[in-house]
């Protein structure tokens, strides 16, 4: 790995918000692939997570690194668009399920899929069963994604999983239901009825990237 990315990789897990920026638009003037930028700053929040883990972080910490990684997105994504001429890769319903208002893991896996070129719809939090529901049936997203951290969306994510595919169904429509979050497994995903389920952000992309091109069973 370069210099540079191991240094924006520390700076955005040091929480350096100053630094982090300057580097950013040094490597932007030095013709650096944005994209690349998007995912060193990724794999700091991710060490970010761990440091907060360990107790070396408050919830502050998390806060702040969310809000370091929105302005570097804020800075870059443009030129992402202008690299893929504003194509769309598909179109993504996000939203946190009813009952829970963590939006910071949501946030990032909405800013990383726009910077990946989809189209995020995105709800924002404790969002209702039936505004995901009427939210599908009014932009017929390609893909829908629930956020859920606490223990209690499990039901919410089973609730809402439930009334998207009846509205769905009775609208001829079609798209897989995709859960994440911190404590989201295989066993949560069965209990839930999603079709699949990720617990890191670009894993969520890659993902995605997958089933807009058919490679992964819908
Ligand atoms: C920050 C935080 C808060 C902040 C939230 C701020 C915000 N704007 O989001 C505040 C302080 C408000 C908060 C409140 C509460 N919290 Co809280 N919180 C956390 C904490 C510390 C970090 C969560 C986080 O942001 N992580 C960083 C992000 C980047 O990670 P992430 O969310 O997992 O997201 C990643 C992936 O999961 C994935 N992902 C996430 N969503 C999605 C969606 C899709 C579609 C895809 C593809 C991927 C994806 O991508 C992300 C990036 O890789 C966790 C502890 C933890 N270690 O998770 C507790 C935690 C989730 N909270 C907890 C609790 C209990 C609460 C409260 C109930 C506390 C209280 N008693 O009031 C309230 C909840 C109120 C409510 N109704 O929701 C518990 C839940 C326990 C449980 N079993 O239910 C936890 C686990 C802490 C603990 N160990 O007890 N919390």
Redesign the pocket.
Known sequence: MTDTREQLINLLADLEEDEVLQLVHQRVAAGDDPLQIIEDC?EG??L??QR??RGDFY?SG??MS?EIFREVVEYVQPMIERQTNGQSSGR?L?G?VS????????N??GMLLACHGFDVIDLG??VPPAEFAAKAIEIKPDIV?????????FESMRATVTVLRAEADSHRLAFPI???????DEQVCRFVGADYW????????R??QRLMAGSVPT
């Open positions: 990724n929040m991710r970010v997570g907060y883990e919830v998390l806060i969310g993504v996000v946190t009952g829970d208002i963590h939006d910071i893991g949501k990032m896996v939090v404790d994604g629930l956020s859920g951290l606490i223990t209690s969306s995709v859960i994440g979050g911190g404590m989201i990720v617990n890191d952000a670009m894993s969520g992309v993902l995605c």
